[in-house]
């Protein structure tokens, strides 16, 4: 019976390897793939930054502006290589079935991004709460989530309603609650120049919008203490 009943164990745990094995094996590929890709397309944004700094009146052949197109092509793919990314390929077995139903909140998470109308940062804080429906998720992965989404042009309203929209379809919860504080610095540098201005943005969905109580209660343990 003992024998019996371990090498189940045994197989179990192979399998999970083998699983493993795979998952990891398929990342690498996706990386390897990104990587070539990317590669590929420096020349032509090097060549446009290149394009860029000439009409703003810069030599560019002078000597600390020689790597600065590849330097910002590089960077660039960098800030926005969240095109390249899915909630699926972040959150795979990292999923758990879990007989949870209470809020779960991750608050802080910081956040960068770059605005699509002006390609300049906004940064700032997001909170996450959701109620979970029988399954749970590595609370490292909701952090990735918010990197993969604003890792991409963007406008602070539909980042929020994105995120929390990656949760819900991922886990299938009961309700799922996102904030994002955030400063822009089109509005600090730009424009009005109001150093201290911050905007908050908030998508609810589930019980999070049909439930007042549990929207405040969410809206109060998320704030700073």
Partial sequence: MNGHCNGKISEGFGELIIDSMKSAAHRQNETSRKEAEDESRLPALAAAYTSILSELGEDTDRQGLLRTPLRAAKAMQFLTKGYHETVEDILNNAIFDEDHDE????????????????????????????????????????????????????????????????????????????????????????????????????????????D??????????????
Wanted: glycine share 6%; hydrophobic share 45%.
């Fill in 103 to 210: 809020m779960v909140i991750v608050k802080d998470i910081d956040m960068f991004s770059l605005c699509e109308h002006h390609l300049v940062p906004f940064f700032g804080k997001v909170h996450i709460g959701y109620i979970p429906n029988k399954k749970v998720v590595g609370l490292s992965k909701l952090a990735r989530i918010v990197e993969i989404y604003s890792r991409r042009l963007q406008v602070q309203e539909r980042l929020t309603k994105q995120i929390a929209m990656g949760i819900l379809e991922a886990l299938q919860p009961k309700g799922v609650a996102v904030v994002i504080e955030a400063a822009h610095m089109c509005m600090v540098m730009r424009g009005v120049q109001k150093m201290n201005s911050r905007t908050v943005t908030s998508t609810m969905l589930g019980v999070y919008l049909e």
């Fill in 212 to 225: 007042p109580k549990t929207r405040e209660e969410f809206l109060n343990l998320s704030k700073r203490v």
